[in-house]
């Protein structure tokens, strides 16, 4: 599939504080198989130096997306960033990684065929490797391939990883984030998924998902 025949897929990387990580997290947007994404990066007001690390990286994120926008402001939270971002996007698809997170760099090409299969799925999610801070791996997580509806979540308490997101763009706009949830991709999926529906849990690995010192 050409780029020229490829949905746009919005990757959006909130970041705060993250200097010893961002660069790895947005070489790995670089790294993508896939051809046609726009990137947005908003650092929230970060008291290290994140700022300087992304701009080290602004040509080469200029020549790799089709579109390329990064802004820095006053702290104002993860929710409020997300939004802001949301405003911003002009993608099919959404995508947000935390800026301490990577991708595996087959993510969007494996999750654009997977849609096409399931074309009603609200979300996709998926497997993540755990690493550490210095980027040592520490094992697997998440399940074998499930369609999971609201029950599931809510009731028989099922797990997703933020790191493997990935929405339907307008879907996930009418929504929003909810300031004040420290779980807002959540609050996310719970309502998406209030008047029906189903996400997919692949058995595919889509991210690196990081422990380190200051994980919330």
Not at 108 to 131: H, R, W
Not at 148 to 168: C, G, H, I, S
């Amino acid at each position: 599939m050409s780029q020229e025949s490829q949905p746009l897929v919005s990757i959006v990387i909130p970041c705060y504080n993250h200097a010893e990580f961002v660069q790895d997290c947005i070489r790995s947007v670089i790294d993508q198989t896939y051809q046609n994404i726009e990137l947005i990066i908003i650092d929230d007001g970060s008291n290290d130096n994140s700022v300087e690390k992304i701009q080290e990286l602004f040509n080469q994120c200029k020549a790799r997306f089709t579109r390329f926008e990064f802004r820095y402001r006053p702290n104002s939270g993860l929710s409020s960033t997300l939004n802001e971002a949301l405003g911003w996007c002009r993608g099919e698809f959404f995508s947000a990684i935390a800026s301490d997170d990577k991708l595996i760099e087959t993510k969007i090409v494996t999750q654009i065929k997977l849609f096409s299969d399931f074309p009603d799925a609200k979300a996709i999610f998926g497997k993540v490797n755990l690493i550490d801070e210095n980027n040592n791996f520490l094992g697997v997580a998440g399940s074998g391939f499930k369609k999971m509806d609201f029950d599931d979540f809510f009731l028989r308490n099922e797990t997703v990883y933020a790191p493997t997101q990935f929405f339907k763009l307008q879907c996930i706009k009418s929504i929003g984030y909810k300031n004040g949830f420290i779980l807002e991709d959540c609050y996310i999926l719970l309502k998406f998924l209030a008047d029906g529906g189903y996400v997919i849990q692949s058995d595919d690995i889509y991210s690196f998902y990081r422990f380190h010192t200051n994980n919330t």
